[in-house]
Nanobody
Framework: QVQLVESGGGLVQAGGSLRLSCAAS????????MGWFRQAPGKEREFVAC????????SYADSVRGRFTISRDKPKNTVYLQMNSLKFEDAGDYYC???????????????????WGQGNQVTGSS
């Protein structure tokens, strides 16, 4: 059973930055695709960013492209989401997700992922 532990959420002001981390309980992140999703209150979970197993391919939601960056640190078995120029609409619970697939591209659908983190809250502050 793969466990994903997230950290790095918190309170941010518009225009600020935050980095989320997702660490795996075992050496699985290096052989699978990874994704970040978010869910605002009263809304469905939505795709934010993903990276394929070796980091050669990434994909971003239109709403975050150019502001967010997904990356992975293989020796640390950790995936990051660097969030810059944050907006109020970026607030929500952020989830990392792991897929056993290791393909040339990553996927945006929640159904493509096998394991999920517990969620990490990002809250906007005026």
């Amino acid at each position: 059973q793969v466990q994903l532990v997230e950290s790095g959420g918190g309170l941010v002001q518009a225009g600020g930055s935050l980095r989320l981390s997702c660490a795996a309980s075992e050496d699985t992140l290096n052989i699978g695709n990874m994704g970040w999703f978010r869910q605002a209150p009263g809304k469905e979970r939505e795709f934010v960013a993903c990276t394929n197993w070796n980091g050669a391919s990434t994909s971003y939601a239109d709403s975050v492209r150019g502001r967010f960056t997904i990356s992975r640190d293989k020796p640390k078995n950790t995936v990051y989401l660097q969030m810059n120029s944050l907006k109020f609409e970026d607030a929500g619970d952020y989830y990392c997700a792991y897929s056993r697939l290791y393909t040339s591209m990553c996927y945006r659908a929640t159904g493509e992922y096998d394991y999920w983190g517990q969620g990490n809250q990002v809250t906007g502050s005026s």
